[in-house]
Structures are given as structure tokens and as C-alpha cells.
């Protein structure tokens, strides 16, 4: 008998793909007015089943219903008009639209045959301004941030007036501000007798968002009940099967060296973007230098600027105290500088080829020998970075674009320390991973730090920043308004320099 009290009910899903189980047996109740959040690491069956939810898979076993009506078999546009919206994972903008054609698409007002532009534009802005997104209807979307798309996903999903919402990973890109936004949203929705599903890696999220959490692992259901029955270390266990007793293993013990790096004076013209402006620090041997500040700050700007991505108007860049001329990414890598940027899918792997041609992107000189490639090389390098990373991965001949976001981040690294890298920026290095994942990462970074590599970590992830720094810089409109040692950190004082001018 169907549960008439909820607005959605899975019944012993199961869905497979060649070679791999994905959801085994999975039921789910989900109720009108709540905000049900779905836990589990990556490769646990998460986004599977809100596919499934969503109309993009169909389940091979088990039965779905929606207002108490079975629903198998139904697509996404079906899924629209019965009042189901989703915000994927994965966001697939239309680059040469505007904002307001993303968030009307396929559903845009009319004046006769006509799309009335004027009104939608209208709407569009009325829409952002009520959810304090600080963009225009008008402008078009490849102008904005990773970040900046996802909060127009968000807008996109609450326009559609749903009855059930399902958020993956909407968190993922944005800052704690634009957070609180969006859980302001959630509440307004939940007023609305609205049903939200969230998914989120932010355990401290779960516990201010969630009022029934359900814990998957290998695609099999875990555990079920209200968020008042759970603390993080039982979340933890639950999700992983283990207990992972320090999320944060920072090594306050690694001795800092002598500068390795230093920058003064780097400014970009608004000709150029126009992002930073009369930024000076500098990184020792050793040293996990933390950035932070809110979406907007111009941290990734600065980083892509001094990795030679994008073009800098004035200042020096100094490695061991010889001036670098950084014109190009290869300038850098010459130099030992490695870049993990934030789009790891977008600037850091190619999806579509496997495991061993990724790793072995960045160095393919190296594996050259008279004319050809040393494929067998390849795999012996690929091997002790597999056991070095804790890479799973079956086979090197995998597609990338079958791993996990923690296994995917690991490859990006090993292409990186595979050469002779020195310094390392990691921009959101556990941006969209599990927490299993994210302790993996934490751990390798204290390991480079003791190997004497220095390392930038950007973060919008405060508890990182606090936790695996040993110095942070705070930006606010391109601008640094402060510099904090270890003994100084809290998220009061980043907080108070993310929101003051210089």
C-alpha cells in the first residue's frame, strides 16, 4: 500500500550498467514540506537515482510514484509538467545565451508567435533580484563563474514553480553568503509545502538544512531517520563503513622553509578582466598557504594570471629569487608550477580518454622514446601514482568519465607530480568529493607539504581553510584586505576581511 502522505515513493530500485550495480534494491520516502537529504560517497548511487527520479534513466527493477500515480518510464519533459525540476550536477549552460534565455528555456512567454523578450527579460530580473543573485537577465551566461552558473540553475529550478525539487550538489560552487541564500530559498519553498531532495559532501550543511536524512553505500540503502537521530561520526560511518577520526590530518609539525615564491604588485586591467589589482605575497617551502573570500574575490583570476592562463598588465613573479616571465601554462610547468583548477572537467581531464593518457597528459615528453611513446613507461608511472593516491580504478584503459569526483581529482594530481613540480595551486581541490574523499586529498596535500613542495589552496569551504592551512590570505574585490597565521584563524575574522574593503 502506498504511502498517501508522501509526494514521492521509490520501490526497490534497481538499476544496472555494464559491469556494475548501481542502485541495489534502493526504497525511499519522500514527504511534502520537508528537505530530505541523501547521503553517500561518491560512486554510492546518489545521482543515479535523482536521474532516475528525473526521468533520464529508467529503473530495470522496482516502481516509482508521484502523487501516489506510478510513474516508470516517464521523461524529463514529463517530469517538468507533472511539477518535478531538478539542478544537476553536471551544469550545461548555454554559453551564448543570456541568463534569462537559460532560466525560460523551452518555457519563454509569447507574444503571439513571437518570444516576448521584454517580459521574460523582466520576469528574469525580478526573479534574481527576490533571490539576491547579483546578475543581469541580459547578460549572457559564458560571462559568468562556475559558481555564477550554479546560482542560475537554482533560480532556473525555483522558477518552475515545482511541487518536488531535487538539488544535486547546488552547493558545490558558492560561497557561504550565496549559501544562506539559497537555504533562505529552501525554507520559503518548505513554507510552500514544497519537497526538496539535497545532496551536499558538506556535512555541516546536512545538519543545518535537513530534516530526514537516508544514507546509500554501493548502491544499497543504509540507514533511514530524522536529522535529530544523527551526529557527523555516525553520518561518517554510516556513509563510508568506517569511522574517519580526523577529517582535517594537517601536520603542524612540517618545518616552513625560506620563500620560494613571491609576487608583487600584480594587477589586471579591466581591459584584460580586470579581476585583481596591487596583489603582493609571498609562499615558503613547506607551507599550505590558504586564500579565501567570497565567489567574485578574484582568487581563481589571480591564480590562472600567475599560471600563465590569463594575461597580467603589471607586476613581477619571483621563483627562488630569480623574476619568472610567465607567458603561457608551459612557461609555468617549465618552471615547476602545476595548476588543479576548480572545472577539474572542463581545464583538468579529458572525459573522453582513459585513465593512463590522462596521467600522462601534462609529461608526454617525458615518455617519448626515439619518436614514439613508451606506453609501457606510462603504466609503470601510472602504477606507483595509483598506489601512492589510492587511486581505485580497475583498469588504466578506463574512460575518465567513469570515475568518481574523488578518483578523478587523484588523476588530475598524479599527471601533476608524475613532473617536477614545486608548487602546486589547488583550486577547490575537494570541491563536489565525498568526505572519504576529501580526508584522502587532506592527506596527500600534508604529504607533498612534508616533502618540501609548497602548495595555494583556494577554498570556499571555511573548515578547510581553518583546518589544513598554515597561513591565510583573505581577498575581497580583487583586492587582499588581510593576511592571518595560524595561531589568529577563525571564521569570525576571515569572515569580517571576505566583506572588508582595503
Not at 328 to 337: L, Q, R, S, T
Given at each position: 500500500m502506498k504511502d498517501v502522505q508522501c509526494i514521492l515513493e521509490l520501490k526497490s530500485i534497481v538499476k544496472d550498467f555494464p559491469g556494475v550495480r548501481a542502485l541495489d534494491g534502493v526504497s525511499i520516502s519522500i514527504r511534502p514540506g520537508s528537505v530530505h537529504v541523501i547521503c553517500g560517497e561518491n560512486g554510492a548511487g546518489k545521482s543515479v537515482m535523482m536521474k532516475i527520479i528525473d526521468g533520464m534513466y529508467c529503473p530495470d527493477e522496482g516502481k516509482l510514484y508521484f502523487k501516489g500515480k506510478e510513474i516508470c518510464g516517464h521523461t524529463i519533459n514529463e517530469s517538468r509538467k507533472m511539477g518535478i525540476a531538478m539542478i544537476p550536477q553536471e551544469l550545461n549552460p548555454i554559453w551564448e545565451m543570456t541568463v534569462a534565455e537559460n532560466i525560460f528555456l523551452g518555457r519563454e512567454p509569447k507574444s503571439g508567435l513571437f518570444v516576448n523578450f521584454k517580459k521574460m527579460n523582466a520576469d528574469a530580473n525580478t526573479l534574481l533580484q527576490q533571490l539576491n543573485i547579483p546578475y543581469k537577465a541580459t547578460q549572457k551566461m559564458k560571462e559568468l563563474s562556475i559558481a555564477g552558473q550554479q546560482l542560475i540553475e537554482i533560480a532556473k529550478a525555483i522558477s518552475m514553480s515545482a511541487e518536488l525539487i531535487i538539488m544535486d550538489e547546488p552547493t558545490s560552487a558558492i560561497a557561504d553568503h550565496e549559501v544562506e541564500i539559497l537555504f533562505q530559498q529552501i525554507r520559503m519553498l518548505k513554507a510552500k509545502n514544497v519537497a526538496v531532495i539535497f545532496i551536499t559532501h558538506r556535512l555541516e550543511e546536512i545538519f543545518q538544512i535537513a530534516d530526514e536524512i537516508t544514507v546509500i553505500r554501493d548502491g544499497k540503502w543504509i540507514s533511514h531517520g530524522p536529522v535529530t537521530g544523527y551526529t557527523v561520526d555516525k553520518l561518517v560511518s554510516h556513509m563510508v563503513g568506517r569511522d574517519i577520526n580526523d577529517h582535517f590530518p594537517k601536520d603542524c609539525t612540517v618545518p616552513i622553509g625560506e620563500t620560494v615564491?613571491?609576487?608583487?604588485?600584480?594587477?589586471?586591467?579591466?581591459?584584460?578582466?580586470?579581476?585583481?589589482?596591487?596583489?603582493?605575497?609571498?609562499?615558503?617551502?613547506?607551507?599550505?598557504?590558504?586564500?579565501?573570500?567570497?565567489?567574485?574575490?578574484?582568487?581563481?583570476?589571480?591564480?590562472?594570471?600567475?599560471?600563465?592562463?590569463?594575461?597580467?598588465?603589471?607586476?613581477?613573479?619571483?621563483?627562488?629569487?630569480?623574476?619568472?616571465?610567465?607567458?603561457?601554462?608551459?612557461?609555468?610547468?617549465?618552471?615547476?608550477?602545476?595548476?588543479?583548477?576548480?572545472?577539474?572537467?572542463?581545464?583538468?581531464?579529458?572525459?573522453?580518454?582513459?585513465?593512463?593518457?590522462?596521467?600522462?597528459?601534462?609529461?608526454?615528453?617525458?615518455?617519448?622514446?626515439?619518436?614514439?611513446?613508451?606506453?609501457?613507461?606510462?603504466?609503470?608511472?601510472?602504477?606507483?601514482?595509483?598506489?601512492?593516491?589510492?587511486?581505485?580504478?580497475?583498469?588504466?584503459?578506463?574512460?575518465?568519465?567513469?570515475?568518481?569526483?574523488?578518483?578523478?581529482?587523484?588523476?588530475?594530481?598524479?599527471?601533476?607530480?608524475?613532473?617536477?613540480?614545486?608548487?602546486?595551486?589547488?583550486?577547490?581541490?575537494?570541491?563536489?568529493?565525498?568526505?572519504?574523499?576529501?580526508?584522502?586529498?587532506?592527506?596527500?596535500?600534508?604529504?607533498?607539504?612534508?616533502?618540501?613542495?609548497?602548495?595555494?589552496?583556494?577554498?570556499?569551504?571555511?573548515?578547510?581553510?581553518?583546518?589544513?592551512?598554515?597561513?591565510?590570505?583573505?581577498?575581497?574585490?580583487?583586492?587582499?584586505?588581510?593576511?592571518?597565521?595560524?595561531?589568529?584563524?577563525?571564521?569570525?575574522?576571515?569572515?569580517?576581511?571576505?566583506?572588508?574593503?582595503?
Open positions: 615564491l613571491e609576487v608583487k604588485q600584480l594587477t589586471q586591467d579591466s581591459k584584460h578582466g580586470g579581476r585583481f589589482k596591487n596583489i603582493s605575497f609571498n609562499l615558503k617551502k613547506g607551507e599550505i598557504l590558504g586564500f579565501a573570500g567570497l565567489i567574485g574575490a578574484g582568487r581563481s583570476e589571480l591564480m590562472r594570471a600567475i599560471f600563465g592562463l590569463d594575461p597580467l598588465t603589471s607586476g613581477e613573479i619571483f621563483l627562488n629569487g630569480k623574476r619568472l616571465k610567465i607567458r603561457h601554462p608551459n612557461d609555468a610547468v617549465k618552471e615547476g608550477i602545476a595548476l588543479v583548477s576548480e572545472d577539474r572537467k572542463t581545464y583538468g581531464l579529458v572525459l573522453k580518454r582513459n585513465v593512463h593518457e590522462n596521467i600522462s597528459l601534462v609529461n608526454l615528453k617525458k615518455f617519448v622514446k626515439r619518436f614514439f611513446i613508451d606506453d609501457k613507461n606510462i603504466d609503470k608511472e601510472a602504477q606507483d601514482m595509483k598506489e601512492l593516491l589510492q587511486i581505485k580504478v580497475s583498469d588504466f584503459k578506463v574512460n575518465m568519465g567513469t570515475l568518481s569526483g574523488g578518483n578523478q581529482q587523484k588523476v588530475v594530481l598524479a599527471k601533476w607530480i608524475i613532473g617536477n613540480v614545486k608548487i602546486i595551486i589547488l583550486d577547490e581541490p575537494t570541491r563536489g568529493i565525498d568526505v572519504g574523499a576529501k580526508a584522502e586529498i587532506h592527506r596527500l596535500m600534508c604529504k607533498f607539504a612534508r616533502e618540501g613542495m609548497s602548495i595555494i589552496m583556494i577554498s570556499s569551504e571555511l573548515p578547510e581553510v581553518l583546518g589544513m592551512s598554515d597561513r591565510v590570505i583573505v581577498m575581497n574585490n580583487g583586492q587582499i584586505t588581510g593576511t592571518l597565521a595560524r595561531p589568529d584563524f577563525s571564521q569570525e575574522k576571515i569572515m569580517k576581511l571576505a566583506t572588508s574593503e582595503v
